[in-house]
Nanobody
Framework: QVQLVESGGGLVQAGGSLRLSCAAS????????MGWYRQAPGNQRELVAA??????NYADSVKGRFTISRDNAKNTVYLQMNSLKPEDTAVYYC?????????WGQGTQVTVSS
């Protein structure tokens, strides 16, 4: 089993930056994948960025603005979000896959004002 704890959300003006953190209860290299999803009101949860066996991938809407990274020593994955837009407003969830089982954090709210 994996526990994921997110932090770093908040309110920011358009054009600003935030960094989200996700602390995992297990070693990150033991996971098949770790990443970030988001869900805005009335929308489905969507993939933002993920690291799968060292390979990163991003949603088209965030490419060039967001960067996912990890610190294996701290069992932590980060999402650096720059040039934020109002449409980035959502609850952001950390996700991991361990042996085919998905685990989710509790979510952290990101609000971008125009």
């Amino acid at each position: 089993q994996v526990q994921l704890v997110e932090s770093g959300g908040g309110l920011v003006q358009a054009g600003g930056s935030l960094r989200l953190s996700c602390a995992a209860s297990r070693s990150i290299p033991s996971m098949n994948t770790m990443g970030w999803y988001r869900q805005a009101p009335g929308n489905q949860r969507e993939l933002v960025a993920a690291i799968t066996r060292g390979v990163t991938n991003y949603a088209d809407s965030v490419k060039g603005r967001f960067t996912i990274s990890r610190d294996n020593a701290k069992n932590t994955v980060y999402l650096q979000m720059n040039s934020l837009k109002p449409e980035d407003t959502a609850v952001y969830y950390c996700h991991s896959d361990l042996r085919g089982i998905s685990y989710w954090g509790q979510g952290t709210q990101v609000t971008v004002s125009s």
